[in-house]
């Protein structure tokens, strides 16, 4: 009975499973049911800023690690890596981001906003005048 | 790999969408900037990019099926742990997109479910059977050479998290293309009995391949709107044709034959002539009737009821669900 009702591999493993041929194929995974997720910022070398890399799914510290080993550093270069919940996480809105522009009235905070050459240039040849007049 | 030949949604219907907001939205992906999970964003773009980056996820992972097959029978301790590395990378592409996916809204969970009801699919060609280890080689070399087309070119695409997880899956591509290869000159240099192998696993392969790029540009659903807002960033015949330019002259190298008696290119236009591929065909298997839909999904289900209550154990009861950042 079982030979006609479970399904024939190429992969002896999937055989040996006893899947049902004509089981119904559906599922209801629940919230949550692949747990929280993490973000992950890795460092390329030491000396260098955490960068963002992405997010992935754990259940605690531990297990965040080993998955971001694994999904973010299998290749290329990494010595660190932070994992931080991402409900722990609070971020600003794109739509605010005026916010950070510099303005042109806080040209004083800027290294920019000093000009002391024109000044410089104007004392030099009113000095060089006066020399010449004695 | 994949990811090839995704299926778009027919309508795409912005009326309701701000137009000012559209507006802005339209010039800076003209300009090229990359759109992030927290911008404004059409509620048809949104829809389609879930669509499209979740079908890449499952593709990777129903992908890792065929080629993890062989990996108890792959010839030589070496050769194991290659494909054993190799299938590993495809999981992980999933977990990569299953998360992009997740910025936009969709849980991880919902997309498992929609996966395994058929509601979303996954790329076709993993509905067909690896029958011998010379298959695996040689969609490891010529299905993830297809991908790899397919993923540089939408990794210029719109959105930030899609390019960056496609960014990452590149340079893993690149082992797959050279290990398939490896495999693939191996076994046409070999003995007559090897040669044999990977002919006819070529030979079975053929269809697959063609149809891996998805319908014909002459009959594929009217997508200006995609290429506009760079979901799709090249034509499915387009990427077919980069394919045919770039690998039919190495596998006729090998003194492989392909068997399209049609396929040849043609020096004025530069264009491959090929045999139409059965588009109907590829309509039957996408919808579930192809060799290998049933165990590819009933596999799948398997692996996750199997794991469920692993995954309960470790639960926390404070855990709460954010939509990933970036
Ligand atoms: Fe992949
Ligand atoms: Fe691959």
Redesign the pocket.
């Known amino acids: 009975m079982k030979e006609n009702s479970t399904i024939k591999s190429l992969d002896p493993r999937i055989t040996r499973a006893d899947i049902p041929k004509d089981g119904q194929l559906s599922i209801d995974i629940k919230p949550l049911d692949q747990w929280q997720t993490y973000e992950v910022f890795h460092q390329e070398k030491k000396g260098d800023h955490h960068s963002h890399v992405g997010s992935l799914h754990a259940p605690n510290p531990e297990m965040a690690f080993l998955m971001a080993k694994e999904q973010y550093a299998r290749r290329g270069r990494c010595v660190n890596i932070w994992v931080v919940k991402t409900s722990d996480i609070f971020t600003t809105n794109f739509e605010d981001e005026d916010m950070y522009t510099t303005n042109d009235d806080k040209m004083y905070r800027e290294a920019g906003g000093y000009k002391v050459m024109d000044r410089i240039n104007k004392y030099k040849k009113e000095h060089k005048k006066k020399e010449a007049v004695k | 790999?994949?990811?090839g030949g995704y299926i778009f949604d027919e309508s795409a219907s912005t009326e309701l969408d701000d137009a000012k907001k559209l507006e802005a939205f339209e010039a800076r992906i003209e300009a090229g900037e990359k759109i992030e999970p927290s911008d404004w964003m059409p509620a048809e773009y949104r829809k389609q990019l879930i669509r499209m980056i979740e079908q890449h996820a499952h593709?990777?992972i129903i992908?890792a099926l065929p080629e993890g097959t062989w990996i108890t029978r792959a010839p030589g301790f070496k050769r194991k742990l290659a494909l054993m590395a190799k299938v590993q990378?495809?999981v992980?592409?999933?977990q990569l997109l299953y998360s992009a996916a997740e910025t936009l809204g969709k849980s991880r969970e919902d997309m498992i479910n929609d996966l395994i009801s058929g509601k979303s699919k996954y790329s076709n060609v993993f509905n067909y059977p690896a029958e011998t280890w010379a298959d695996t080689a040689v969609i490891a070399w010529l299905i993830?050479a297809g991908?790899i087309i397919n993923?540089v070119a939408n990794s210029k695409g719109s959105y930030g998290p899609y390019c960056r997880a496609l960014e990452r899956?590149c340079t893993?591509?690149s082992f797959?293309l050279k290990y398939g290869h490896d495999s693939v000159v191996f076994l046409a240099t070999g003995t007559p009995v090897q040669r044999a192998m990977v002919q006819d696993a070529l030979t079975r392969w053929w269809k697959p391949i063609m149809h891996f790029f998805g319908p014909s540009d002459k009959i594929s659903v009217h997508n200006t709107i995609m290429m506009k807002w760079k979901l799709k960033m090249a034509s499915n015949d387009d990427m077919r044709q980069k394919f045919l330019d770039m690998y039919v002259p190495k596998i006729w190298d090998l003194g492989l034959n392909i068997p399209d008696p049609e396929l040849r290119k043609d020096e004025a236009t530069g264009k491959w002539h090929y045999t139409e591929p059965d588009w109907e065909e590829f309509k039957r298997v996408i919808n579930g009737d192809g060799p290998c839909n049933r165990e590819r999904l009933a596999v799948r289900k398997m692996a996750e009821e199997k794991g469920e209550w692993v995954r309960r154990a470790l639960m926390k009861q404070d855990e709460r669900y954010i939509t990933p950042l970036a």
């Open positions: 790999m994949y990811g593709s990777e992908g990378d495809e992980g592409h999933a993830d991908a993923q899956i893993e591509e797959h």
